[in-house]
T-cell receptor, first 111, second 116 residues
Framework: DAEITQSPRHKITETGRQVTLACHQTWNHNNMFWYRQDLGHGLRLIHYSYGVHDTNKGEVSDGYSVSRSNTEDLPLTLESAASSQTSVYFC??????????FGPGTRLTVT | AQKVTQAQTEISVVEKEDVTLDCVYETRDTTYYLFWYKQPPSGELVFLIRRNSFDEQNEISGRYSWNFQKSTSSFNFTITASQVVDSAVYFCALRILNTGRRALTFGSGTRLQVQP
């Protein structure tokens, strides 16, 4: 069955380190998204991509970057992790106008 | 800019009670989709429904029903005869269609606790 996976599921890192969160989908969806979930804020958009080599900034993109070298993957990189980036990160994908399907999430703690 | 407000932070009911989760949205666009997602304690996000802005018909799916009213910019979600398994955080979300933006704008969520 097609799916969307994220790894790692849990990560603890230190302030200042570079961290990459992986997102892989097997639906062949052209649209992929990264959100972060924080209490009281719901999910907020970090970056998104509408296809290979296409990337765009969302509302809370500072300190994050993405790259899209193939259809299946959209890794999210924290260039220099900060405590404010402690959060749960969700990757999602969709095709056309259809609903987004979400990965299981990655819980990141920056100490 | 668009915005989704879920004013109810947390709701607690006893099993078999009916409960309505409110969602109010703001947008100047006339073409959009509204969504509801469920996040159970296990943490994943589960898609429940998508509603087109041109379709104001209410929808019922088993114990779930949705009331979409453009006049009040609301898209409320009712669970009839609630069950413990309905305990979750529920998110309402909005997607504008005519801007090319395919991402969702989420509300802050409503945590529903159904007590046995």
């Amino acid at each position: 069955d097609a799916e969307i996976t994220q790894s790692p599921r849990h990560k603890i890192t230190e302030t200042g380190r570079q961290v990459t969160l992986a997102c892989h989908q097997t639906w062949n969806h052209n649209n992929m998204f990264w959100y972060r979930q924080d209490l009281g804020h719901g999910l907020r958009l970090i970056h998104y991509s509408y296809g290979v080599h296409d990337t765009n900034k969302g509302e809370v993109s500072d300190g994050y970057s993405v790259s899209r070298s193939n259809t299946e993957d959209l890794p999210l990189t924290l260039e220099s992790a900060a405590s404010s980036q402690t959060s749960v990160y969700f990757c999602a994908s969709s095709v056309g106008q259809n609903e987004q399907y979400f990965g299981p999430g990655t819980r990141l703690t920056v100490t | 800019a668009q915005k989704v407000t879920q004013a109810q932070t947390e709701i607690s009911v006893v099993e078999k009670e009916d409960v309505t989760l409110d969602c109010v949205y703001e947008t100047r666009d006339t073409t959009y989709y509204l969504f509801w997602y469920k996040q159970p304690p296990s943490g994943e996000l589960v898609f429940l429904i998508r509603r087109n802005s041109f379709d104001e018909q209410n929808e019922i799916s088993g114990r779930y029903s949705w009331n979409f009213q453009k006049s009040t910019s609301s898209f409320n979600f009712t669970i009839t005869a609630s069950q413990v398994v309905d305990s979750a955080v529920y998110f309402c979300a909005l997607r504008i269609l005519n801007t090319g933006r395919r991402a969702l704008t989420f509300g802050s969520g409503t945590r529903l606790q159904v007590q046995p």
